[in-house]
């Protein structure tokens, strides 16, 4: 058996991947401004619980796979908690656990009554049927009856996952309670009462946040030059949203690779040819670039829409962007972080930039307890007052302390936890 590392062995041990330890170290370098008991910053270091499951999947051909799943919860402090299920080859506790953390900082930051939490599946969804993902969704939604609850942990789409997946985890949860509980899940479709607006509320977030920037530097984002890294639910509708906006979409990309006009793309034309094809590949109404030369365009606003771990210390000199904007957890790491503040360009940090998902789906969530049903603009509307005010928080702060957009956002988040910590105090 191998050893354990005992100078290791503190509760990070459990946690410890890349990822955990860059959402950790965000957490660290904010901790000097944010002014918090030794006891809050202790207690708000690692997740609160985790729940590992082991699914199995009878396949189409008869044979049995079985897949690891996981959910965890970071923190119940401010109420139950929320967060995304992914379906990825690349999921582990480790990278949930940073996900929940990120979670609870948005919520707090924009003031919802949650905590943060983040789930998955490790597995390839293109290599299964869809009949396979029901299975496997239903079943790992047996598996967290009793991890998850409109009161306790409220699931959403994340990578890979999407209104289906939530209709099958309703369906299911309801089945397994014997009544409908629509309240379970955010994100769902429309007939099931998910709410108007979430599909496109994070790219719009996104958009919203960029928009503001650009005003508090003195320039409007139309006419203005926007990269687009990632072309799914918050890539795509970011990118449609600029475009709506008369803002210059010079390139996008996907998996499959980068796309670049200077003159501005055809955003409608890519969209109706990724939902035509599946993806972006084999478009060719313009110059092919790889991922990597996307990232080192020159722009105005460079939105990371893909995936974390994307400006990293080997290419963040190489970014030509004024300002970059998060609308993926975790695109830039540590290293790239100070490489980009070093050089003057902001990062509109996630857990700002792309809280228009969770920011709808606590509206859903709402609607769904109350039996309401809001409109299209009454949405867009309190969305928009919402993202505005963290907005204003996190510069702000940073004005205020001299620091980065996103230690701001993390000062100001951690703030909004530690006070109902102090508060609660530890039981018993
Ligand atoms: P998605 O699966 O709908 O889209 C992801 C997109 O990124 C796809 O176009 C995919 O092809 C592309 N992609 C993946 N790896 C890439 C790479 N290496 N280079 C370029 N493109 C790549 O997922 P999504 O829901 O849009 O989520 C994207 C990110 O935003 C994730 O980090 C997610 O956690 C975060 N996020 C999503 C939401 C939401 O409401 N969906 C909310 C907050 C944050």
Known sequence: MAEVDASRAGPVF????????????QFEQALPYAGVSDMVAERLSYPERAVIVSVPLRRDDGSIEIFPGYRVQHSTVLGPTKGGLRYDPEVSLGECAALATWMTWKCALLQLPYGGAKGGIRCDVKTLSLREVEKLTRRFTSELVRE????SDIPAPDMATNEQTMAWIMDTYSMLKGYAVPEIVTGKPISLGGSLFRREATGSGVVMVAEQAG??????????????????????VAASELHDRGARVIAVSDVSGGFHAERGLDIPGLHAYSAEHGSLAGYDRC?????????????????????????????ADRVHAAMVVEGANGPTTIEADEILAARGIPVIPDILANAGG???????????????????DEIRRKLADKMGTAFDRVYSVAAEKEITLRQAAMVAAIREVAGALEARGIYP
């Open 358 to 376: 969770v920011t709808v789906s606590y509206f859903e969530w709402v609607q769904d307890l109350g039996r309401l049903f809001w409109d299209r």
């Open 287 to 315: 110059e092919r670039i790889t991922n990597d030369e996307l990232l080192e365009l020159e722009c105005d606003f460079l939105v990371l829409a893909a995936r974390e771990d994307q400006l990293t210390g080997a290419n």
């Open 148 to 151: 998850i609850g409109p009161q």
């Open 14 to 25: 459990e946690w410890d991947t890349p990822l955990f330890r860059m959402a950790h170290t």
């Open 215 to 236: 005003r508090r530097q003195g320039f409007e984002l139309a006419e203005k030059t926007c990269v687009v890294q990632g072309f799914g639910n918050v890539g795509g």
